[in-house]
Structures are given as C-alpha cells and as structure tokens.
C-alpha cells in the first residue's frame, strides 16, 4: 500500500516523537528527521559562544552564520563540520533550548532548512511546528501523554546516558518548557487541524506506528 511522501509528528517534549518517528521511518524505509535537534544545536553552540539566549541579535547571527548538516539517518547532527550530536542532551542544553526556540528570527532561520528537507520527499519529520508551519500539507500526527509518564520517559533517558538529574528538576524543566512551547508568539506548539492524535503512553511504539500507518494508507487507484 502506498503512503504519504512526507509525514510531520508534532507534540509535546517527551511524547515519543522521536522514538515513534523513527520506527514509523524504517518501516516505511524514509528518512527520518528529528527538527528539534538543530534549536539544541543551536542552543549548544550559543553555550559555546558564551552568547545568552536573551541576546537575540546575537543569536540570530550565530544562527545565520552556523553551517547545520543533518546525517542521512538523522542520528547526528554537525555544526560547521563539527559532530555535537553526545552534546545535545545535556542539562545546560535542556534548560536553554525551549528559550532559544522561542526566538521568530531564529526560527525564521533555521525554517528554510526544514523545507528544504521535506521537499526531497519520503521523510518523518518531527518536532513542536511541522504540521503547522513547516509543512502544513503533510500527513499529521499529535502524540499526547501525561504529565508523569513522560517524567518518567525523559528520567530513564537521563539515567542512561550517566547524568544527574532529579525527577522534581525534570518536571520543573518539562512544565517550563510546555508553558513555552504553547505560549511563545511565534510558531507555538498546537494540534494542526487535520492531525491524527495518538496518546502514547496506553500504547506500544509498535502500536502507535500501526495506528499511524492505518490512518494513513492511500487506497490503490484512490
């Protein structure tokens, strides 16, 4: 059975967009994208520069002048060359990010990029604004799930990579960040009409990707 060339996966931090989109992209055999690496790319670089992320000029030229190559299995991502793919997770990153996204010049910049992507078709691309601003005429999915599960979700993924990090700081950090996502001007995170919603923490990745693909079948001859 046929399907969409481009689908967008948008929702919440923690939601499973990634795990989800990636396993929806080898099943399909597409490339996957995960959008929101190249704001922590960028939030990471800012660290780097010793540049605040309330200096907005300043981070908007950091933006333009930074060179972002996503690898073809979207794995990693490569500032000017520079593999910073380990770096992006990291606390410092974490409590930036959502700030640094909020910017609309930055997000205006790093825009062009994600088009250019999803129009070489056949791609999973995933993030808070990519069926309601990057690509708004992709098949659309909004992943939902509750506060704790997806505390429990992003605690597990600290505790695997070695790093410290208590479960109230990682709730402060998700309802900061989701106050953020939803409030900010420029792009904020809503369902885009026409999306599938899926709650992800009553269902398996095997079973929200079968949903997916469900929904999304193109009937032969249709």
Do not use: W
């Not at 922590?40 to 010793?50: H, K, M, N």
């Not at 909020?102 to 056949?122: C, D, F, H, P, T």
């Not at 996502?181 to 990745?205: F, Q």
């Amino acid at each position: 059975m046929p399907y969409p060339s481009i689908f967008a996966i948008d929702g919440p931090v923690a939601s499973g967009k990634t795990t989800v989109g990636r396993e929806l992209a080898r099943q399909l055999g597409y490339r996957f994208v995960d959008t929101g690496m190249l704001y922590r790319a960028l939030a990471y670089c800012s660290i780097q520069a010793q540049i605040n992320p309330s200096e907005e000029k300043r981070l908007v030229q950091l933006a333009h002048e930074t060179r972002f190559t996503l690898s073809a299995g979207g794995e990693m991502i490569f500032c000017d060359g520079v593999d910073v793919t380990e770096q992006l997770r990291t606390p410092q990153v974490e409590e930036i990010v959502s700030v640094v996204a909020k910017v609309k010049a930055v997000r205006q910049e790093l825009l062009g990029i994600q088009r250019g992507i999803a129009e070489e078709g056949n791609v999973v691309m995933v993030g808070r604004d990519i069926g309601t601003i990057v690509v708004p005429n992709a098949a659309k999915i909004f992943l939902e799930a509750s506060l704790d599960e997806r505390i429990r979700r992003r605690f597990t993924e600290v505790q695997a990579k070695g790093a410290e990090l208590s479960r109230e700081r990682i709730k402060l950090n998700l309802q900061s960040r989701d106050t953020l996502d939803s409030e900010r001007d420029e792009a904020p995170l809503r369902v885009a009409e026409g999306s599938v919603v899926i709650p992800t923490g009553e269902n398996d990745v095997e079973g929200v990707v079968g949903h997916i693909l469900q929904a999304f079948t193109i009937e032969e001859g249709g």
